[in-house]
């Protein structure tokens, strides 16, 4: 059975936000999250990387107890991936002081929240894309729920996800398809109105996977 095949059929995962702290600080940022198609077609990866981040803020609503993943939608005119779902997040500046700060500082620009709205719970292993960046997921729980203002000119909505939802793998598919002669291929997962998929989707796997050794 191959390590998609054994993802699919995995057993879903439900963890609190300290359950998750504990899990990202066990797991070493060191180790890039696998990318299947990277494997499928490794010579569209032979690039020269630039660094990138984003940032899965995540929501505990108090009257449950429920955990919220924040995704947004980019804009339909934008010129890269128009009306995709996505983290929110961008290219590392040379001027920033860190890769948490790329993170916490686009999240500001694209939806209004600034970085006192958020405590760090820890990062994942890169990951690496056939448009030429390696982004740096940095997990953060969001504090409070400020009102949020949205860049039009880089987002066009927002949508809360459950994590649960998220973390369970019944909720993905693997799709293949050939684009000329070459197989490719990603993930997706549909959440009411919404399609995640492609490098979204793929971060989210590398999530699962991450926490999944908590709890082994």
């Not at 920033?96 to 929240?113: H, K, M, N, P, W």
Request: aromatic letters at 10%; charged letters at 25%.
């Amino acid at each position: 059975m191959s390590d998609i095949e054994k993802f699919l059929s995995a057993p879903p995962i439900n963890l609190s936000l300290d359950d998750i702290r504990a899990a990202l600080d066990k797991e070493p940022y060191a180790q890039q999250i696998h990318n299947p198609d990277e494997q499928m077609f490794p010579k569209g990866y032979d690039l020269q990387y630039r660094s990138a981040a984003v940032l899965i803020p995540i929501w505990r609503e108090p009257e449950n107890g429920e955990l919220y993943v924040l995704l947004t939608q980019r804009a339909l005119h934008m010129r890269n991936h128009p009306g995709q779902i996505a983290f929110p997040g961008g290219k590392h500046d040379p001027d920033d002081a860190s890769i948490q700060y790329t993170a916490l500082r686009e999240t500001l620009e694209e939806v209004g929240l600034s970085p006192d709205c958020f405590d760090l719970l820890g990062e994942l292993g890169e990951y690496c894309t056939i448009s030429g960046y390696c982004i740096k997921p940095i997990v953060a729980e969001m504090t409070r729920r400020s009102e949020l203002s949205l860049c039009e000119d880089e987002v066009k909505s927002v949508h809360w996800v459950p994590l649960r939802h998220l973390l369970t793998p019944q909720n993905y598919r693997f799709r293949k398809k050939k684009l000329d002669t070459i197989e490719r291929g990603y993930f997706e997962i549909d959440y009411e109105e919404i399609r995640i998929w492609g490098v979204t989707a793929g971060i989210l796997y590398g999530l699962y996977q991450t926490l999944a050794k908590h709890i082994r």
